[in-house]
């Protein structure tokens, strides 16, 4: 079973940057295609961008422009780079393969944004 931990959040004002990683555990990560999901108070978990394991990627509409994903193969290791955050993106981020089954999913990461 592979390990996934997020980190990178925090608190950052509106019009900010925050660039969030996800570190796996196993090779096995570099096969599968990956993706950031956020959940926010209330709602349901969302995917907000994914990644191919060749590395073609897409978005949800709400972050196209603004969010880019990358990925490191080599290093077990996924981004996302957050650019120009408001409000609305406040949620927790969490990272998993871009579709099921899922492994088990990890702490998360917490992002707010906020004056």
């Known amino acids: 079973q592979v390990q996934l931990v997020e980190s990178g959040g925090g608190l950052v004002q509106p019009g900010g940057s925050l660039r969030l990683s996800c570190a796996a555990s196993?090779?096995?990560?570099?096969?599968?295609?990956m993706g950031w999901y956020r959940q926010a108070p209330g709602k349901q978990r969302e995917l907000v961008a994914a990644?191919?394991?060749?590395?073609?990627?897409n978005y949800a509409d709400s972050v196209k422009g603004r969010f880019t994903i990358s990925r490191d193969n080599v290093k077990n290791t996924m981004y996302l780079q957050m650019n120009s955050l408001k409000p609305e993106d406040t949620a927790v981020y969490y990272c998993?393969?871009?579709?099921?089954?899922?492994?088990?999913w990890g702490q998360g990461t917490q992002v707010t944004v906020s004056s």
């Open positions: 196993g090779s096995i990560f570099s096969i599968y295609a």
């Open positions: 998993n393969k871009r579709s099921a089954p899922w492994w088990n």
């Open positions: 990644i191919t394991s060749g590395g073609s990627t």
